[in-house]
C-alpha cells in the first residue's frame, strides 16, 4: 500500500512538473536538457529485497523485553532455589505460596516494564509469569533431584 501511495505522489508530481515545464517551453524560457531529463522519484526508491533492517527503536525494544525476561527468570529461579533448600521434601503442597511474593512484586512493578512489551499488559504478563514459573521449577527440579 505504501508502494502505490508513493507511486501516486511521484506521478503527480511528475504531471504537474510536466505541465511546468510544457508552459515554459511554450514560452521559451526552459532550457533543453531540464525539460528532456527529468529527476526520478525518490520516493519510489527500491530497497533491496534482503534488506530487512530493524530501526534502532525495534531492537531497544527487543533488549528492553528480553532484559525483562532474564530478570524475571533469575528472580524465579533464585526463589525456587531458597525454596528448594528450605522447604521439606514431603511439602510439595506449600511450594505454590514460594511463589506468591514473585507474582505480588511482577503486578507491582508492572508498570515499570510495560514499554517494553509495547505497552500491552497481558503480553507482559504471560512472559514474565511464564520466566517466573518455568526458571523456579526448573531450579526446584535441579537441587531436588537424586
Known amino acids: 500500500m505504501a508502494r502505490t501511495m508513493a507511486r501516486r505522489v511521484c506521478a503527480r508530481i511528475a504531471t504537474r512538473t ?30 533491496h529485497p534482503l534488506d530487512k533492517s530493524v530501526s534502532p527503536i525495534a531492537k531497544s525494544t527487543i533488549f528492553r523485553r528480553s532484559v525483562a525476561i532474564v530478570v524475571a527468570g533469575a528472580l524465579g529461579a533464585a526463589s525456587g532455589a531458597l525454596a528448594a533448600s528450605l522447604l521439606p521434601a514431603d511439602q510439595f503442597a506449600w ?12 503486578e507491582s512493578l508492572l508498570k515499570y516494564v510495560l514499554f517494553a512489551f509495547n505497552d500491552d499488559p497481558g503480553a507482559a504478563r504471560m512472559w514474565l509469569a511464564g520466566a ?14 537424586p
Open 18 to 47: 510536466t505541465m511546468q515545464l510544457s508552459s515554459l517551453v511554450r514560452t521559451g524560457t526552459a532550457s533543453t536538457p531540464f525539460a528532456t531529463n527529468p529527476r526520478s522519484c525518490p520516493s519510489t526508491a527500491q530497497r
Open 95 to 106: 511450594l505454590g505460596l514460594a511463589l506468591l511474593p514473585l507474582f505480588l512484586l511482577l
Open 132 to 145: 517466573i514459573l518455568v526458571c523456579f521449577y526448573a531450579a526446584w527440579s535441579l537441587l531436588r533431584s
